[in-house]
């Protein structure tokens, strides 16, 4: 701003002067130092307002230099956030994915984990049952051989011999399931759930 307003007041100043040797060259045409004194302050004049406009328009050249290299590194460092951006969306995608398979992973194994549980209680429950038959059976037996002693004795045999045989039929797996995997299959199934 103050720099518009020197500008202004030595160009009012230039136009003053100019007027002014132009008055004396009207009216003083004999006085030739009132001519050159005159002269000598357009010229003055005229610098003065040469050096202020010349000074504001490098002035504005280096404010419009400042806002290009202001513009140019605001958009690198938009670009730059773009790229940060990007860069998270990718790794939050990958993140994502990863935690997405290891879920379903391991929504599998609690499946099968549910169905061989399912299977244990069910085979416990025959079992139980079994129990109790023999142990129904192994009662009427005790009563039996008491009232009978020496023939009773060959049936209890058969009696047990069936009650093996038929826990043999129902062929009962209470071993691990796991058991038939291979050392390299449970280190593949513990990475997967970690």
């Known amino acids: 701003m103050k720099h518009k307003f020197s500008f202004i007041g030595f160009s009012l100043f230039f136009l003053l002067s100019i007027m002014m040797e132009a008055y004396c060259l009207l009216e003083t045409r004999n006085d030739l130092i009132s001519i050159i004194g005159m002269g000598v302050v357009v010229l003055i004049s005229a610098y003065l307002v040469l050096d202020v406009g010349i000074t504001q328009l490098d002035g504005l050249r280096k404010n419009e230099a400042n806002d290009s290299c202001n513009y140019e590194s605001l958009n690198k460092k938009l ?26 992973v391991i929504t599998k194994l609690l499946e099968e984990q549910k169905t061989l549980n399912d299977t244990i209680i069910m085979y416990g429950s025959k079992y139980n049952e079994i129990l109790e038959n023999i ?15 020496g023939n009773d004795n060959i049936k209890e045999n058969n009696e047990n011999q069936s009650v093996d045989e038929k826990l043999a039929a129902l062929d009962i797996d209470m071993s691990d399931p796991n058991k038939k995997l291979s050392p390299d299959e449970i280190a593949l199934l513990f990475n997967q759930l970690s």
Do not use: H, P
């Open 79 to 104: 670009e730059e956030m773009e790229n940060i951006q990007k860069a998270i969306y990718v790794s939050t995608k990958k993140s994502y994915n990863l935690i997405d398979d290891k879920l379903f």
């Open 135 to 149: 142990q129904s059976s192994v009662l009427k037996n005790n009563e039996v051989s008491k009232r009978e002693s």
